[in-house]
């Protein structure tokens, strides 16, 4: 089986664009992820799944996160995270319970660090949810290698 034949495959499949934050004696760091999900009600449990080779990935090792769900005028601020950073910061920060935040985001979710797992070529990172709170408004959707919206029913 061809893995660029399996990535276009699982890449029919519309997610939300995250940008998950995380606090270091340097600052804040991020990265723009879409490899989100709930696992568990209670407790209150979310899965990010983060590439081994990922500059963030030695950050959230055992450190708390927040995980900002992105709204669909955000694209620029994913890109930022996403290794295209731009000259002004197309964002603003605001501080959460558990570090900085992206201000505006459609939703946050605030995590202290639960488990880790051995993903191939992903680490799993399980949150424990501390706090969170939504917004009204429409998501960033990243659909076929490409940031999408949703299409409202009439």
């Known amino acids: 089986m061809d893995a660029r034949e399996f990535r276009h495959c699982v ?9 998950i934050t995380s ?12 490899s989100f999900t709930s696992v568990s009600l209670d407790p209150m449990l979310i899965l990010v799944s983060v590439d081994k080779k ?13 995980v900002n769900i992105l709204k669909r005028d955000q694209q620029e601020t994913a890109m930022h995270f996403a290794g295209r950073p731009k000259e002004i910061q197309p964002f603003k920060w605001e501080d959460g319970l558990l570090g900085k935040r992206i201000k505006n985001s459609l939703a946050y979710i605030e995590c202290e660090p639960w488990a880790s797992y051995d993903g191939g070529d992903h680490v799993l ?20 290698g490409q ?8």
Do not use: M, Q, W
């Not at 990172?125 to 076929?144: Q, R, S």
């Open 147 to 154: 940031f999408s919206e949703v299409a409202t029913a009439k």
């Open 125 to 144: 990172f399980l949150g424990e949810v501390k706090h969170f709170k939504y917004n009204i408004g429409d998501p960033l959707l990243y659909y076929c």
């Open 11 to 19: 890449g029919r499949f519309a997610t939300g664009v995250t940008v």
């Open 23 to 34: 606090e270091t004696e340097t600052g804040t760091h991020g990265l723009t992820a879409n």
């Open 54 to 66: 990922a500059k963030a990935l030695s950050v959230l090792e055992n450190n708390k996160f927040i």
